[in-house]
């Protein structure tokens, strides 16, 4: 309401469907991180004791973005730098699901916010130490985006990550994790045509997500004839296919590709740099 009163309309959030808010951790909001954490985290954000200072950022995901926006708000200069050639970093792959393309929100209102507040963002760059040590600033945030974690499996070169999956192969998809990104890729396999299936750690598909999320996954799984096993974890991938375990026995499965999803590993070593003056 204040913001309408300000005629500052174009400040505000919209909503994204991200569903956090009906979450077991509601109120929350994962466009707007101070709900439901406002003792700790000001929904306002005050000017720096000391102003003007300069700040790089590296990274041009939701945190970078989100950074560079709090940095300009407390009055410091800030320079954002982004390897790849438009700003939102994974959420631009999270858009491309059918029922997800909201979530662009969250990256068109942060982009908007730092032209506000005229941020300068540079792009197309992969920001070394010594680009970084160059700009002579005060303050580095390093906001880089993870890679995933495949190197725990044996006979990890045979496999790929949810973002490298190949044209025309079949594909079986490993979800580590219990989140949105095995059925986003399954879904996107199975529109051009692909014959997939999801193999899971976790008794149903998106575990750790809320029951809203899991209804909208399981109607696309079904809808997509996408064939799914649960309670596996694999053990190793050869050529000849992909080797699940179920309790103390193996369980064959076959496919051209398989697609993991686990953890991530960081991208950067700039945290090992000293860059500020």
Same mark, same amino acid.
């Given at each position: 309401?204040l913001?309408?009163?300000?005629?500052?309309?174009?400040?505000i959030?919209?909503c994204?469907?991200a569903?956090?808010?009906?979450s077991?951790?509601?109120?929350?909001?994962l466009?707007?991180a101070?709900?439901?954490?406002e003792k700790?985290?000001?929904? &306002?954000i005050?000017? %720096?004791?000391?102003?003007?200072?300069?700040?790089?950022v590296?990274g041009?995901?939701?945190?970078?973005l989100? !950074?560079?926006r709090?940095?300009?708000?407390? !009055?410091h200069?800030?320079?954002?730098?982004? !390897?790849?050639p438009?700003?939102?970093?994974?959420?631009?792959?999270g858009?491309? %699901?059918?029922?997800r393309?909201?979530?662009?929100?969250?990256?068109d209102?942060?982009?908007a916010e730092?032209?506000?507040l005229?941020?300068?963002?540079?792009?197309?760059?992969? =920001?070394? !130490?010594?680009d970084?040590a =160059?700009?002579?600033p005060?303050?580095v945030?390093?906001a880089?985006?993870?890679?995933?974690?495949?190197?725990? $499996?044996?006979?990890?070169q045979?496999?790929?990550?949810?973002?490298?999956?190949?044209?025309? =192969?079949?594909v079986?998809i490993y979800?580590?994790?219990g989140?949105?990104p095995?059925?986003?890729?399954a879904?996107m396999?199975?529109?051009a045509?692909r &014959?997939? @299936?999801i193999?899971?750690r976790?008794?149903?598909v998106? %575990?750790?997500?809320?029951?809203?999320?899991?209804?909208g996954?399981k109607? @696309?799984l079904?809808?997509?004839?996408i064939?799914?096993?649960?309670?596996?974890r694999?053990?190793r991938v050869?050529?000849?296919g992909?080797? %699940?375990q $179920?309790?103390?026995?193996?369980?064959?499965?076959?496919?051209?590709?398989?697609?993991?999803m686990?953890?991530q590993?960081?991208?950067?070593?700039l945290?090992d740099?000293?860059?500020v003056?």
């Amino acid at each position: 309401m204040l913001k309408l009163e300000q005629e500052a309309e174009t400040t505000i959030r919209p909503c994204v469907g991200a569903t956090h808010c009906t979450s077991q951790r509601r109120p929350v909001c994962l466009h707007n991180a101070a709900t439901g954490r406002e003792k700790k985290l000001p929904h &306002k954000i005050e000017l %720096a004791t000391i102003e003007g200072r300069s700040v790089v950022v590296v990274g041009g995901g939701p945190a970078g973005l989100g !950074a560079a926006r709090v940095c300009a708000l407390r !009055a410091h200069y800030v320079i954002l730098l982004e !390897a790849a050639p438009q700003l939102g970093g994974q959420v631009l792959l999270g858009t491309r %699901a059918s029922w997800r393309r909201d979530l662009i929100d969250l990256v068109d209102w942060r982009v908007a916010e730092l032209e506000r507040l005229s941020v300068e963002t540079r792009l197309n760059g992969l =920001a070394e !130490a010594e680009d970084v040590a =160059a700009l002579s600033p005060d303050c580095v945030i390093v906001a880089t985006e993870g890679l995933p974690d495949i190197d725990w $499996i044996d006979g990890a070169q045979l496999c790929t990550s949810v973002g490298g999956i190949l044209p025309g =192969a079949d594909v079986l998809i490993y979800d580590g994790i219990g989140r949105h990104p095995a059925p986003h890729c399954a879904e996107m396999c199975a529109i051009a045509g692909r &014959k997939v @299936k999801i193999v899971g750690r976790d008794g149903f598909v998106v %575990a750790e997500l809320t029951y809203v999320d899991r209804v909208g996954w399981k109607t @696309k799984l079904y809808q997509l004839d996408i064939s799914t096993r649960f309670d596996h974890r694999p053990l190793r991938v050869a050529r000849r296919g992909f080797v %699940a375990q $179920i309790g103390s026995g193996d369980s064959p499965g076959e496919s051209s590709m398989l697609a993991g999803m686990h953890e991530q590993t960081d991208t950067t070593d700039l945290q090992d740099e000293e860059l500020v003056r």
